[in-house]
């Protein structure tokens, strides 16, 4: 274990010392971060649909929610889809032309345009070959007021035009309220475009609870920020989940476990599953090349293949299942991913009484105790053992019968208690497992002290004794492990700090950015620099800018210290 800590003779000896002025310090900047999935809401196409003839024209307003402060955005459209159980087709009859595409900030009304290669207008090519078509980015500085940070809801906006009697690919959901997918015949347009607001009801339109499939990019202001794809069949898809719109980051474990039992603390997801689909299809080099370039946004897979793979007959061979899956995690930390989740294959079975009790359910072949299912999730064991994979979701604790694991979890009267047909995962099956995945989401180390050194220009390169976290190569009595806590340049000496010092009601008051999650950050109290208190182990959330007052008052001739200890 190495530690760091924030003491007199760092930045704010001064402050300390005298205890009785206010310092009030910007962070340094920080190396750009990559482009990644920075909200909610963006999925793949799964089918296309054909309109009423008449019907060429389109609007599209869907909401996403930030999973952390960026400093840019960017919009990335898709003409193709994945169909169940084959190869992802392109729009082979038409091109899908965007007229006006913009950006409405949820908390002040204010527009943005967004333009591709300086254009307002992107036309997706017939029969396209690409994954996705990016818009320019929008930087943070463009937006009125404080920047865009986590938990803010960012409205899509999209207006365009298909030829008559041609058709458009569908994925991203438009049922939340306020959002909103409708084709309509052109000459009932009412012409405006980059507004806020709801879509305006347009004569003759037909509405729909999908609208373009897209993907919500940009750069987060700093590291330790999760960027989280979703990769499956109709499981993690969110098949069963009949919750609808009634939640803005979407139904489904996966969608859910975006967001907190308050709807906030967000994580930025990209949905890339398909029901009915295979890790058999997705390893085709022939049915799948479109879906690998999402992988280089995400800092995190869940990744969830093998209901379909065993099948219903429980007819897919074990070892060879386990093989495809192996490819999908190689292919993924090829793609930069650093952490893979898997799922345990869950019960499949059919039920005389509705799923009320397990006693009224019979597993499906290959799907019993000691069956092809237990040698799947047998071999996914083994695989987190290797570390092939970062954490193996239990969900067998959680959705199914404690004393027959092969059976779902039942309550004794509830029909369709946590599964709707026996294969799917119903609405509160997908509330319980959606608070596990956030859990196992958030104990991940994204942002560790590896990736951060290798991102720096060192004196005599990364793996010299300049990079090692003890060392302080700017002679600024930091230590390289507390500039990476605290988000400082280790080569900037003359920067200024990041930490606040200040008194508040006659206490002292440290307050410092907690940047990392890989980290523990202790603050410290003393009278005399040589006995200290523990006042905070980690306080306030990760991420944050966190204040921690001291026990004791300033009273009299008190003299009172504070530090920051940091940990790996």
């Given at each position: 274990?190495?530690?760091?800590?924030?003491?007199?003779?760092?930045?704010?000896?001064?402050?300390?010392?005298?205890?009785?002025?206010?310092?009030?310090?910007?962070?340094?900047?920080?190396?750009?971060?990559?482009?990644?999935?920075?909200a909610?809401?963006?999925r793949?196409?799964?089918?296309?649909?054909?309109?009423?003839?008449?019907?060429?024209?389109?609007?599209?307003?869907?909401?996403?929610?930030?999973?952390?402060?960026?400093?840019?955005m960017?919009?990335?459209?898709?003409?193709?889809?994945?169909?169940?159980?084959?190869?992802?087709?392109?729009?082979?009859?038409?091109?899908?032309?965007?007229?006006?595409?913009?950006?409405?900030?949820?908390?002040?009304?204010?527009?943005?345009?967004?333009?591709?290669?300086g254009?307002?207008?992107?036309?997706?090519?017939?029969?396209g070959?690409?994954?996705?078509?990016?818009?320019?980015p929008?930087?943070?500085?463009v937006?009125?007021?404080?920047?865009?940070?986590?938990?803010?809801?960012?409205?899509l906006?999209?207006?365009?035009?298909?030829p008559?009697?041609?058709?458009?690919?569908?994925?991203?959901?438009?049922?939340?309220?306020?959002?909103?997918?409708?084709?309509?015949p052109?000459?009932?347009?009412?012409?405006?475009?980059?507004?806020?607001?709801?879509?305006?009801?347009?004569?003759?339109?037909?509405?729909?609870?999908?609208?373009?499939?897209?993907?919500?990019?940009?750069?987060?202001?700093?590291?330790?920020?999760?960027?989280?794809?979703?990769?499956?069949?109709s499981?993690?898809?969110g098949?069963?989940?009949?919750?609808?719109?009634?939640?803005?980051?979407?139904?489904?474990?996966?969608?859910?476990?975006?967001?907190d039992?308050?709807?906030?603390?967000?994580?930025?997801?990209?949905?890339?599953?398909?029901?009915?689909?295979?890790?058999?299809?997705?390893?085709?080099?022939?049915?799948?090349?479109?879906?690998?370039?999402?992988?280089?946004?995400?800092?995190?897979?869940?990744?969830?293949?093998?209901?379909?793979?065993?099948?219903s007959?429980?007819?897919?061979?074990?070892?060879?299942?386990?093989?495809?899956?192996?490819?999908?995690?190689?292919?993924?930390?090829?793609?930069?991913?650093?952490?893979?989740?898997?799922?345990?294959?869950?019960?499949?079975?059919?039920?005389?009484?509705?799923?009320?009790?397990?006693?009224?359910?019979?597993?499906?072949?290959?799907?019993?105790?000691?069956?092809?299912?237990?040698?799947?999730?047998?071999?996914?064991?083994?695989?987190r053992?290797?570390?092939?994979?970062d954490?193996?979701?239990?969900?067998?604790?959680?959705?199914?019968?404690?004393?027959?694991?092969?059976?779902?979890?039942?309550?004794?009267?509830?029909?369709?208690?946590?599964?709707?047909?026996?294969?799917?995962?119903?609405?509160?099956?997908?509330?319980l497992?959606?608070?596990?995945?956030?859990?196992?989401?958030?104990?991940?180390?994204?942002?560790?002290?590896?990736a951060?050194?290798?991102?720096?220009?060192?004196?005599?390169?990364?793996?010299?004794?300049?990079?090692?976290?003890?060392?302080?190569?700017?002679?600024d009595?930091?230590?390289?492990?507390?500039?990476?806590?605290?988000?400082?340049?280790?080569?900037?000496?003359?920067?200024?700090?990041?930490?606040?010092?200040?008194?508040s009601?006659?206490?002292?008051?440290?307050s410092?950015?907690?940047?990392?999650?890989d980290?523990?950050?202790?603050?410290?109290?003393?009278?005399?620099?040589?006995?200290?208190?523990?006042?905070?182990?980690?306080?306030?959330?990760?991420?944050?800018?966190?204040?921690?007052?001291?026990?004791?008052?300033l009273?009299?001739?008190?003299?009172?210290?504070?530090?920051?200890?940091?940990?790996?």
């Amino acid at each position: 274990m190495r530690s760091a800590a924030l003491r007199p003779s760092f930045w704010l000896r001064a402050l300390l010392l005298a205890a009785l002025c206010l310092a009030a310090r910007a962070a340094a900047a920080v190396p750009e971060q990559p482009v990644r999935i920075v909200a909610t809401g963006g999925r793949i196409g799964y089918t296309f649909y054909a309109p009423a003839a008449a019907n060429t024209a389109f609007r599209h307003r869907s909401p996403h929610k930030l999973g952390g402060p960026v400093s840019e955005m960017q919009v990335g459209f898709m003409d193709w889809m994945y169909p169940t159980s084959s190869a992802e087709t392109p729009n082979v009859d038409n091109e899908v032309t965007l007229t006006h595409v913009w950006l409405e900030r949820a908390a002040t009304g204010q527009v943005v345009p967004l333009t591709f290669a300086g254009a307002r207008q992107l036309v997706l090519p017939k029969n396209g070959t690409t994954s996705h078509l990016l818009s320019d980015p929008v930087p943070s500085s463009v937006w009125t007021g404080a920047p865009p940070a986590r938990d803010e809801v960012f409205w899509l906006h999209a207006r365009g035009t298909i030829p008559e009697g041609g058709k458009l690919p569908v994925g991203t959901s438009t049922s939340y309220a306020g959002a909103r997918f409708v084709v309509y015949p052109p000459a009932n347009d009412t012409g405006v475009f980059d507004v806020g607001g709801p879509v305006p009801t347009i004569s003759g339109g037909a509405t729909r609870t999908e609208g373009l499939p897209l993907v919500f990019l940009g750069r987060y202001t700093g590291p330790g920020h999760l960027a989280v794809i979703g990769i499956g069949d109709s499981i993690l898809h969110g098949t069963g989940d009949s919750t609808g719109g009634a939640i803005i980051s979407g139904s489904g474990f996966f969608n859910r476990a975006a967001l907190d039992a308050d709807g906030a603390n967000t994580i930025a997801t990209f949905n890339l599953t398909r029901h009915g689909q295979t890790a058999s299809s997705w390893v085709t080099a022939s049915r799948q090349t479109r879906q690998t370039p999402f992988l280089r946004y995400a800092n995190v897979v869940v990744e969830e293949y093998g209901t379909n793979d065993l099948g219903s007959g429980g007819t897919g061979d074990p070892a060879t299942i386990l093989g495809r899956l192996d490819t999908i995690w190689s292919t993924a930390r090829a793609q930069g991913v650093q952490k893979i989740v898997r799922t345990l294959l869950l019960p499949r079975t059919s039920s005389t009484d509705a799923w009320r009790t397990a006693d009224a359910q019979t597993p499906n072949t290959g799907w019993g105790p000691g069956g092809k299912r237990d040698t799947i999730n047998a071999g996914l064991r083994a695989a987190r053992a290797s570390g092939k994979i970062d954490h193996l979701l239990d969900t067998l604790a959680i959705l199914a019968d404690p004393a027959d694991d092969t059976r779902w979890l039942t309550d004794g009267t509830t029909a369709n208690y946590v599964t709707n047909d026996g294969t799917h995962i119903g609405p509160r099956g997908n509330a319980l497992l959606a608070t596990a995945l956030r859990d196992a989401l958030l104990s991940l180390s994204i942002d560790d002290y590896a990736a951060w050194r290798a991102a720096i220009a060192w004196p005599g390169g990364a793996a010299s004794a300049s990079s090692a976290p003890d060392a302080d190569p700017d002679g600024d009595g930091a230590p390289n492990l507390l500039e990476y806590a605290l988000g400082s340049d280790p080569l900037a000496a003359a920067e200024a700090s990041p930490v606040l010092f200040q008194i508040s009601d006659l206490k002292f008051e440290i307050s410092f950015p907690r940047l990392r999650h890989d980290l523990t950050y202790r603050v410290e109290a003393s009278s005399d620099l040589v006995n200290w208190e523990l006042l905070a182990t980690n306080p306030g959330a990760a991420g944050r800018l966190v204040t921690v007052a001291d026990s004791v008052s300033l009273t009299g001739n008190a003299r009172r210290f504070l530090r920051l200890v940091v940990e790996r």
